[in-house]
């Protein structure tokens, strides 16, 4: 990769995204921050990464929106001059049986989880610099198959799979395609409507005996973008304590 190494996060304005690009800017790239609604705390984050020293700009798209992600990448391109990473993070989590889940409930989460995943994976293989890397995101439920998480599992096993057939659609370009699987990780996305037993017992379930933290992803993430993470290939990595 050049020694200008650019990284587009998805849905960075908080959480695991939010703390994929402080890492990943304080791993020396250049951060795009990428936000569908959350135009504050993505300026926000960009001061903090500039004021300690780091490189990073904004950009607003709706990934589920295929126009959205192609003005995503041309913005980026034109400011930062390329791409070397992807980090897939955008994503929805809505729960409820199958029996009981509405239109929009799929809907909406096979359009931003899997469709605007399959988007800018679609972009990236196309743009990345030669030697680059692609980070999915996955979950852990894949693995424990639990209640109520059924739609939202699904759409992640997908991206596990897609995971698996872009790493080798890129063959020739030293370009990497993994995925990231958190288990129960403490942001809002997770907490959200979840009773203090529920996330305690939560928190129990690996071996560790924690939740994971954002940064504990944001660990992850960087070992796969960094130059110690270049001979892993088309895999899942879990990142759960683990619980499975």
């Given at each position: 990769?050049?020694d200008?190494?650019?990284a587009?996060?998805t849905?960075?304005?908080?959480?695991?995204?939010?703390?994929?690009?402080?890492?990943?800017a304080?791993?020396?790239?250049?951060?795009?921050?990428?936000?569908?609604?959350?135009?504050?705390e993505?300026?926000?984050?960009?001061?903090?990464?500039?004021g300690?020293?780091?490189?990073?700009?904004?950009?607003?798209?709706?990934?589920?929106d295929?126009?959205?992600?192609?003005?995503?990448?041309?913005?980026?391109?034109?400011?930062?001059?390329?791409v070397?990473?992807?980090?897939?993070?955008?994503?929805?989590?809505?729960?409820?049986?199958?029996?009981?889940?509405?239109?929009?409930?799929?809907?909406?989460?096979?359009?931003?989880?899997?469709?605007?995943?399959?988007?800018?994976?679609?972009e990236?293989?196309?743009?990345?610099?030669?030697?680059?890397?692609i980070?999915?995101?996955?979950?852990?439920?894949?693995?424990?198959?639990?209640?109520?998480?059924?739609?939202?599992a699904?759409?992640k096993?997908?991206?596990?799979?897609?995971?698996?057939?872009?790493?080798?659609?890129?063959?020739g370009?030293?370009i990497?395609v993994?995925?990231?699987?958190?288990g129960?990780?403490?942001t809002?996305l997770?907490?959200?409507g979840?009773?203090?037993?529920?996330i305690?017992?939560?928190?129990?379930?690996?071996?560790?005996?924690?939740?994971?933290t954002?940064?504990?992803?944001?660990?992850?993430?960087?070992?796969?973008?960094?130059?110690?993470?270049?001979?892993?290939?088309?895999?899942?990595?879990?990142?759960?304590?683990?619980?499975?």
């Amino acid at each position: 990769m050049p020694d200008h190494k650019v990284a587009i996060v998805t849905g960075a304005s908080r959480g695991i995204g939010a703390a994929v690009a402080e890492r990943l800017a304080s791993d020396g790239f250049t951060v795009a921050i990428n936000y569908a609604g959350g135009a504050p705390e993505a300026e926000a984050l960009a001061a903090r990464i500039v004021g300690a020293g780091g490189m990073a700009l904004t950009v607003q798209a709706d990934v589920s929106d295929p126009a959205a992600v192609l003005r995503m990448w041309d913005k980026v391109e034109g400011e930062a001059g390329g791409v070397d990473v992807l980090v897939n993070n955008a994503g929805i989590m809505k729960l409820a049986k199958i029996a009981d889940g509405d239109d929009a409930l799929i809907d909406s989460q096979i359009a931003i989880n899997l469709k605007g995943s399959l988007y800018m994976m679609r972009e990236a293989a196309k743009r990345l610099r030669d030697g680059g890397r692609i980070i999915n995101f996955s979950t852990s439920v894949v693995g424990l198959k639990l209640e109520t998480y059924g739609v939202y599992a699904a759409t992640k096993a997908a991206i596990e799979l897609l995971t698996g057939v872009l790493s080798r659609e890129l063959r020739g370009r030293s370009i990497t395609v993994n995925a990231v699987a958190p288990g129960p990780t403490a942001t809002a996305l997770f907490l959200n409507g979840k009773s203090p037993e529920l996330i305690e017992h939560m928190s129990k379930m690996n071996p560790l005996e924690r939740l994971g933290t954002p940064e504990d992803i944001a660990n992850a993430v960087a070992f796969l973008a960094g130059p110690d993470g270049g001979w892993i290939n088309g895999q899942v990595l879990r990142a759960n304590g683990g619980m499975v």
